[in-house]
DNA sequence: TAGATTGTTAATCGATTAACAATC
DNA sequence: TAGATTGTTAATCGATTAACAATC
């Protein structure tokens, strides 16, 4: 069977609204919910509980008629659909505010995200410790890549760019050059990657571009 | 006429790539360009050229057949149908490692925004300076507005989030208190809000979910 | 049992792409 | 002129919503 055919293309809107209803799920658990209906879900989150049976149906899990979804089979069904139970093993390369935002945020850590080591160019950080991870030299990240896998036997997986625009290319050549299989991209610029790594890039203009148009419209309206 | 008849429904995928081609047409002003085709900036993003010429289209600039868009009009048309050629004032709450890292970085000023003020509630940080913005009180907030009004004329427009999940709804409240007409949310929560309050959300953990999605989905396809 | 809910198929809606005329 | 490009209408594709049967 070849790759392509086993491969589904699944809805991404669904996939991105996934981690809204976990954050809920894991909220009712703590308030000792048992079983939650989609009606329920959707009314938390203003949407139609066809929408959020859809979504919860990609990720393979069933409910019951009259009752609705088990909590806690919901919250395994979506956070291992999501890769979320397992760990992922990243390096940050650019440690500005935004690099520091994301090494002490821990909601990522919840979610299987083990940043091991973060990177930088600028000697002034070098040995500075954030949230319990070292900022070494980007020289060093293939020797470290290397002394990870040789003594821990840990393969890095995802790279995460948290540089200027100009420096984020040659850095993500850097860390597909250690072989990461995905780059998560916060520098305001496309990224030229091999089409089997995995890439994503958080556009805080297109959401700001959204914001603004919406706004400059609302007043033309009035 | 109502205003519901006078706001058209914007594509906003459409919107969203808007800020990535005007990225590109600053370099191209940059290099000396005068003119831009479709067709290359399609190229340069791996899209149909067709798209790019719809997306263009809402800014409502039009091109010359065989020579394409004057690239000093696009600019302009782009940057006037996102509202950035005009100053928004804001006040940003959270003086975390992202709200400095959204004060810091000069971007957003391109875009026309300017953030008058931070806010956050922990008293070690009042006074400090962030790239020429005082750290105040999130208790002066109403203060500060009225004091801006009178003294300045300026009126507060945007609120931007960047506080933990659990205090970013009475964060928001307070915002729209002041009279914010947009809120832009860093904090993984979805606010509730006035509807005539535009609302945009930052949703790192969707971006993250899509990421380990594909990146688990390659895994078991191989 | 009746009512609420799941699961699924069909209809609708919106965005993308194809096709092609207009034009410089 | 021929070819490249814009602008627009029609076709396709994908996501959302409606409708409804199944079921606890």
């Known amino acids: 069977m070849k790759a392509s055919s086993r491969v589904r293309n699944l809805p991404t809107p669904s996939v991105q609204r996934l981690p809204v209803y976990l954050r809920f799920l894991k909220e009712a658990r703590n308030r000792g919910d048992d079983v939650v209906s989609c009606t329920r879900i959707a009314e938390e989150f203003g949407q139609r509980s066809v929408q959020v049976r859809k979504d919860l ?3 393979g899990v069933s409910g019951r008629p009259k009752v609705g979804y088990r909590v806690d089979e919901l919250i395994e069904a979506i ?4 890769g979320w139970d397992v760990k992922t093993t990243a390096f940050l390369v650019g440690v500005g505010n935004l690099g520091r935002a994301i090494l002490n945020y821990e909601g990522f850590v919840a979610h299987g995200l083990d940043v091991v080591a ?3 160019a600028n000697p002034t950080l070098f040995g500075q410790e954030i949230n319990g991870r070292l900022v070494r030299p980007l020289d060093q990240i293939a020797a470290t890549a ?3 896998r040789r003594e821990e036997g840990r393969i890095v997986e995802m790279g995460i760019v948290t540089v200027p625009a100009r420096a984020a290319q040659p850095v ?3 860390l597909v050059g250690i072989g990461v299989r995905a780059i998560w991209n916060y520098a305001p610029i496309r990224l030229d990657l091999p089409s089997d790594v995995v890439y994503e890039e958080v556009k805080l203009s297109a959401s700001f571009a959204v914001l603004t148009n919406r706004l400059r419209r609302r007043d033309v309206a009035e």
């Open 57 to 59: 149906a990609i990720t």
């Open 79 to 82: 956070e291992s659909f999501l």
């Open 118 to 120: 973060a990177f930088d």
């Open 146 to 148: 290397e002394r990870l």
């Open 172 to 174: 993500a050549d850097k």
